[in-house]
């Protein structure tokens, strides 16, 4: 399932496990696009970086109100719209000056290497 999210949190980690291992990589806009193109959960939480990654990606992207909590499952790809840049004015749908929205996958590849961290050090 493909999950769209503002942020990324250890919180999105199934606490039951004790080793994950993830890929983060960097993605353009329009490998964004692409990703989120054919439906997505939405997690972010924040109506006017909601409404610029709506604009910026051209797709509807509505703040989720009932700011659920994301858990990572080893099938997930989340999408992370994170933005970098000073706070939103109230109402925004597009970047201020000296802004930007970097965009980001996160995928757990492994969680199967439980309770052996010596292979790790």
């Known amino acids: 399932m493909t999950k769209l ?20 990589k960097r993605i ?11 439906g997505f959960e939405n997690y972010i939480g924040h109506k006017d970086v909601a409404n610029v990654v709506s604009n ?3 797709l509807p992207v509505e703040m989720n109100e ?20 000073p706070r939103l004015p109230e109402g925004a749908t597009e970047l201020p000056a000296n802004a930007r929205i970097e965009y980001f ?3 757990i590849v492994d969680w199967s290497i439980n309770d ?3 292979d790790l050090e």
């Open 5 to 24: 999210a503002n942020a990324f949190s250890l919180n999105m980690l199934d606490t039951e496990i004790t080793t994950h291992v993830l890929v983060t």
């Open 28 to 38: 353009t806009k329009e490998e964004a696009r692409e990703l989120l193109q054919d």
């Open 56 to 58: 910026e990606l051209g």
């Open 66 to 85: 009932k700011r659920p909590n994301l858990l990572l499952n080893p099938e997930d790809v989340v999408v992370i719209a994170q933005y970098i840049g």
């Open 105 to 107: 996958t996160v995928q």
């Open 116 to 118: 052996n961290d010596e």
